[in-house]
T-cell receptor, first 112, second 113 residues
């Protein structure tokens, strides 16, 4: 049973556009929701994270939107750049950054 | 600060053989995690060490997998005997504490043929 569902599996966006990746979770005990960015040949790197007491968190061009009632959260990348091309994973955990449950990943391609 | 180091980066072994993966966490990080990503699927938790103790090994698939963390420093993950379904990328990560984000290593790509 997959506890975190991520969509889409792949996404192509033009340079300067907005990239949106969505995740839905089932376990209401989750209290930490990070997003990871992974480039080929590298491990996932923490991009941005949110806790359920806020509905939005912004860091530069990256924003997490969180909807607790719908059990959904999303990553928005504004002014997408070719250097943003990577695989993005959403994740969730209970009790802080302990055991993470990951989504399946989204391969994002930004066309120049 | 040196990152999380994993080796080998790639390993190709035959079914039935034994493979040992190694992870060197960031110095001073008491928490060490192993994860695995099978082709195209989600990254799945395997186990969590706090220092040399196994805090949570609920994700270990079966008794062919053995993880150790000697003296609370580096960790090894042994697969014996390896099966075809063990193929995937094995990631190690470390953190200072449960309220800090992880730092992942670059992973070991294991192919069992």
């Amino acid at each position: 049973q997959q506890q975190v569902k991520q969509s889409p599996q792949s996404l192509i966006v033009q340079k300067g556009g907005i990239s949106i990746i969505n995740c839905a979770y089932e376990n209401t005990a989750f209290d930490y929701f990070p997003w990871y960015q992974q480039f080929p040949g590298k491990g996932p790197a923490l991009l941005i994270a949110i806790r359920p007491d806020v509905s939005e968190k912004k860091e530069g061009r990256f924003t997490i939107s969180f909807n607790k009632s719908a059990k959904q959260f999303s990553l928005h990348i504004m002014d997408s750049q070719p250097g943003d091309s990577a695989t993005y994973f959403c994740a969730a955990s209970m009790g802080g950054a302990q055991k993470l449950v990951f989504g399946q990943g989204t391969r994002l391609t930004i066309n120049p | 600060e040196a990152g999380v180091t994993q080796f080998p980066s790639h390993s190709v072994i035959e079914k039935g053989q034994t493979v040992t993966l190694r992870c060197d966490p960031i110095s001073g990080h008491d928490n060490l995690y192993w994860y695995r990503r099978v082709m195209g699927k989600e990254i799945k938790f395997l186990l969590h060490f706090v220092k040399e103790s196994k805090q949570d090994e609920s994700g270990m698939p079966n008794n062919r997998f053995l993880a150790e963390r000697t003296g609370g420093t580096y960790s090894t993950l042994k697969v014996q005997p390896a099966e075809l379904e063990d193929s995937g990328v094995y990631f190690c990560a470390s953190s200072q504490g449960q309220h800090y984000g992880y730092t992942f290593g670059s992973g070991t790509r294991l192919t069992v043929v």
